[in-house]
């Protein structure tokens, strides 16, 4: 099946922002993000969206595996965004872009700090971003892998949920059309303010507000929101501690058990 992507008009409306910008849809890579950090350190540093339709090798956050259609027929979306990039402060990156991501996509969908967009208590998307350094230009690279269709839940950490339980007739070009200018808007006024302005929109979307969490680490207590650098903030029986997403992963905390 042939997958019409809409490359012209997405280049039409981000080129823009960024003059060199370019789109291109690949049949199949091993990851989108891998392919742009070779890229990236072999010199090619202009804006680029890359799509695509199939993925062997895609990458989650912790070195997981992201799994992309067996046979590229659009049950999921994946895609890089690649932009040399000059912050003054990284910090707070995956959340803004996933808060572009749901604010484009639909009310229902939340947060889960620090990089996954959820549905309910189902995963719906993750989000991967990588930087490299290329002379004094760090360009970065955010990769975003959408459900459109629902999925085999076989080997899945997380159950997941799919784009097409809120928006039946979502397509994967559809859903790119959709949330490629608000993202590339998103990592330029990230790129100019930083996370702290879109810290109440955060609020909005957090899923884990007001819920037990256990870390990585064994750390557990309430979440309470985010900071202005967009480090989680859990309340714990020692005070209010912060966790960056380096160090930890957060899940919700298991019920307790009655006797």
Not at 3 to 27: C, G, K, N, Q
Not at 205 to 226: E, I, N
Request: proline share 8%.
């Amino acid at each position: 099946m042939t997958v019409r992507w809409p490359a012209e008009a997405i280049w039409e409306a981000i080129s823009p922002l960024w003059p060199t910008f370019s789109v291109e849809i690949l049949p199949e890579v091993d990851s989108t993000n891998t392919e742009l950090m070779r890229r990236a350190r072999a010199g090619q540093l202009d804006p680029v969206l890359l799509v695509a339709e199939r993925q062997t090798a895609g990458r989650g956050r912790l070195g997981r595996d992201w799994k992309s259609d067996v046979q590229g027929l659009g049950g999921t979306l994946t895609f890089s965004l690649g932009v040399p990039l000059a912050p003054a402060d990284w910090s707070g990156l995956s959340l803004a872009v996933g808060l572009a991501v749901v604010e484009s996509l639909h009310p229902e969908l939340r947060l889960k700090w620090p990089n996954d967009v959820w549905l309910q208590q189902r995963k719906l998307a993750g989000i991967l971003i990588e930087t490299a350094s290329v002379g004094d230009v760090r360009f970065a690279v955010i990769g975003v892998g959408i459900n459109i269709a629902p999925r085999d839940a076989t080997d899945l950490r997380t159950p997941p949920a799919a784009l097409q339980e809120l928006w039946p007739e979502a397509t994967a070009p559809d859903v790119l059309a959709r949330v490629a200018l608000p993202l590339a808007r998103a990592v330029q006024r990230f790129a100019a303010e930083g996370f702290a302005p879109l810290r109440p929109a955060f609020h909005l979307r957090d899923l884990l507000y007001g819920q037990l969490v256990v870390c990585s680490d064994g750390v557990g207590g309430t979440a309470r929101g985010v900071d202005a650098s967009g480090a989680l903030l859990v309340h714990t029986d020692q005070g209010l501690l912060k966790i960056n997403s380096a160090e930890v992963s957060v899940r919700p905390a298991p019920p307790a058990t009655v006797p």
